[in-house]
């Protein structure tokens, strides 16, 4: 399996407004499925959101992802949504 290593910009917002930032450098698979596919979501749920959280355990939260740098250039300004 190929793999790629990008920096992700997530932004973790909680539901009392909090908001905390962290770019982690992350291995990811290649090549990641096609766009709108139930193979896309799970990719991202399998290696995306992963990432996410600040290790808060109370109170919902939502999370704005970006690949801001990339070995595999192609990556780089996708963006990721999470909720709860």
């Known amino acids: 399996m190929t793999t790629a290593?990008?920096?992700l910009r997530i932004e973790n917002t909680y539901e009392d407004g909090?908001?905390?930032?962290?770019?982690?450098?992350?291995?990811?698979?290649?090549?990641l499925p096609a766009a709108d596919t139930e193979e896309r979501e799970t990719?991202?749920?399998?290696?995306?959101?992963?990432h996410t959280g600040t290790g808060r355990a109370?109170?919902?939260a939502?999370?704005?992802?970006?690949i801001v740098e990339s070995t595999a250039p192609e990556l780089v300004g996708m963006t990721f949504n999470f909720g709860y």
């Open 18 to 31: 909090t908001e905390v930032v962290t770019t982690p450098a992350v291995s990811v698979p290649l090549p």
């Open 5 to 7: 290593t990008v920096t």
């Open 62 to 66: 939502w999370y704005d992802v970006e």
């Open 58 to 60: 109370d109170g919902d």
């Open 43 to 50: 990719w991202e749920w399998d290696h995306i959101l992963q």
